[in-house]
């Protein structure tokens, strides 16, 4: 029975899909990284490995590495963009997706799709914190709310609070200045998500977006923000069958099968 | 001193309280616009009472009575919370004016603030021509410097003397604050020398002003002003740069904008 394994070590994460033959999901784990790509990687295995009851690295058929981390993968056949990984492992979930937008924990990616799965185009905000995971999860420390709620939280309030600041670090300075004004939370979580979809969208706007479109990675995750970007777009997202996190960890893995069987064809 | 507490009763004093991001700052100048008191406090959650404690400290080292001070006048980003101010005057006129009575030939004003840095550029008359301020992105500024020292461990105060212990910077790739701060986590783990660390980070916002000052066509003198100035270190590696000397201010660089504040009190 095969193993085809795909990592994919982000900045605040790290991820592992295990496919078989049929391009099946076996195993699949999502962890926080820890302080070094390698550590994350080992505890990623400690983990997911006896999931599919194997406890020995040499029942692994295959592996691609994926990720700002891919290059510390040491047991990676091979590693593959993110980019690339993430096209393949949308297309594969829901063959009708053209736009993918994924929001890492320190980047944003837009991701054009043809029919096939190929990638058309991308845009890629690395550069500045504003617009990713990063700004969440900066905003919801400084709110003093678990990131899990921010989401859930700014559904309550019908006045979201309307934020200057575009930089992560201003933002936190805004934020604290509202607490102490008396604003209330909710108000200034709906706030934050609405500031995060507008930086996300301004993106995704530069190469275009079409139908179908899904959100992926971690902030995927948050309904305000998604639900900001519906109505930013006028769009509706199709909802990913599977964890919104996992979509590049499973290209890779789909990548790792494809680039095995033909290795040994 | 002493001459001090006899006259205080009846001389005019005037005070300069500067509300920024960060801290409070206040100077108080007699009729000769001689600094005769200054304080400074952090701001904490909140301005009002940071202004009025920073305000009272001023007034207990001098040993003035409130109503020994003529004017307040009040600038900074958290001026508008000090109930107690007799006029607001904007930081780019009060940086200018007190740099410029520190320094009579100053052509350029570089502050470097807890959130913002600002270029100002001024006349042979001393009149403010032109400025630019970076309030888009907060890299390069005091938070920034901040938040990398702490990502490092290392006291705001030592920042200076490590750097300058570095033989050997190192680059650091990102400009956003944020990610320059994981950049720095990940160079510890990476077992980097944390000296080497800090003095990569202070070179970036030197090369940050640097790109600043071009874009306001710097003329001599210059100098800098602004809590971040009080980082020696920025300043070499900015005249490295620049090839030029940079004035040094007789007063701490951080009390500038508080003390320009009381020079336009002095004149209401």
């Excluded at chain 1, 769009?235 to 033909?262: N, T, W, Y």
């Excluded at chain 2, 990610?179 to 940050?208: C, P, Q």
Aim: hydrophobic share 40%.
């Amino acid at each position: 029975m095969a193993n085809y394994l795909g990592i994919d070590i982000g900045s605040l994460t790290g991820k592992a899909v295990i496919i078989d033959d049929n391009n099946n999901i076996k195993a699949q784990k999502v962890i926080y990284v820890k302080k070094t790509p390698l550590k994350t990687v080992n505890v990623l295995l400690d983990s997911i490995l006896p999931e599919i009851g194997i406890d020995d690295l040499s029942k692994i058929t295959y592996c691609v590495g994926t990720g700002y981390g891919r290059r510390k993968i040491p047991l990676a056949n091979e590693t593959i963009s993110e980019i690339t990984c993430h096209g393949t492992g949308a297309h594969h979930v829901m063959p009708s997706l053209r736009t993918v937008i994924d929001i890492g924990g320190q980047d944003c990616k837009v991701i054009r799709l043809d029919e096939n799965g190929n990638l058309k185009n991308f845009i890629m905000n690395e550069k500045c914190a504003a617009g990713t995971g990063r700004y969440l999860e900066l905003m919801s420390e400084t709110l003093n709310i678990p990131l899990e709620k921010l989401g859930p939280i700014s559904l309550k309030t019908k006045s979201p609070v309307s934020l200057q600041s575009k930089c992560s670090l201003y933002a936190q300075f805004e934020v604290i200045s509202l607490l102490g004004e008396g604003i209330k939370k909710p108000d200034i979580a709906a706030g934050i998500n609405k500031a995060m979809a507008e930086r996300v969208i301004n993106l995704a706007e530069k190469v275009g977006i079409e139908e179908d479109i899904t959100v992926s990675g971690g902030v995927a995750k948050n309904i305000g923000v998604v639900i900001n970007m519906e109505k930013l777009l006028g769009i509706k997202f199709k909802k990913l069958p599977v964890d919104p996190q996992i979509i590049g960890a499973l290209g890779a893995a789909l990548i790792s099968r494809k680039s095995f069987l033909k290795k040994n064809s | 001193m002493i001459y001090l507490k006899k006259k205080a009763s009846y001389l005019t004093f005037n005070a300069g309280l500067d509300i920024g991001s960060c801290y409070c700052k206040c100077v108080v100048i007699n009729e000769n616009k001689e600094i005769i008191a200054t304080s400074i406090s952090p701001l904490g959650g909140n301005p009002r009472n940071a202004s009025k404690l920073t305000f009272e400290n001023a007034l207990k080292s001098a040993n003035l009575k409130s109503k020994n001070i003529k004017n307040i006048v009040c600038v900074g980003r958290n001026r508008k919370k000090v109930s107690f101010k007799s006029h607001e005057e904007s930081e780019i006129k009060c940086i200018a004016k007190g740099a410029r009575e520190l320094i009579p030939s100053l052509r350029t004003i570089v502050d470097l603030g807890a959130l913002t840095n600002k270029a100002i550029k001024l006349n042979s008359n001393g009149k403010v021509v032109d400025y630019v301020i970076n309030d888009k992105c907060a890299s390069g500024s005091g938070m920034f410097l901040e938040l990398v020292a702490k990502a490092l461990e290392m006291d705001i105060s030592d920042i200076d003397k490590k750097a300058k212990m570095s033989e050997n910077p190192l680059p650091i790739t990102n400009q956003c604050s944020i990610f320059a701060e994981s950049e720095v986590i990940y160079l510890v783990n990476e077992s980097k020398n944390e000296i080497d660390i800090i003095a990569g980070v202070t070179n970036s916002i030197a090369n940050r002003i640097y790109s600043l000052l071009k874009r306001v066509n710097m003329e001599k003198d210059i100098i800098l002003t602004g809590g971040v100035a009080n980082t020696n270190y920025i300043k070499l590696k900015l005249e490295e740069r620049l090839n030029m000397e940079i004035k040094e201010p007789t007063i701490s660089p951080i009390y500038i904008a508080a003390f320009g504040a009381s020079l336009y009190a002095s004149e209401i």
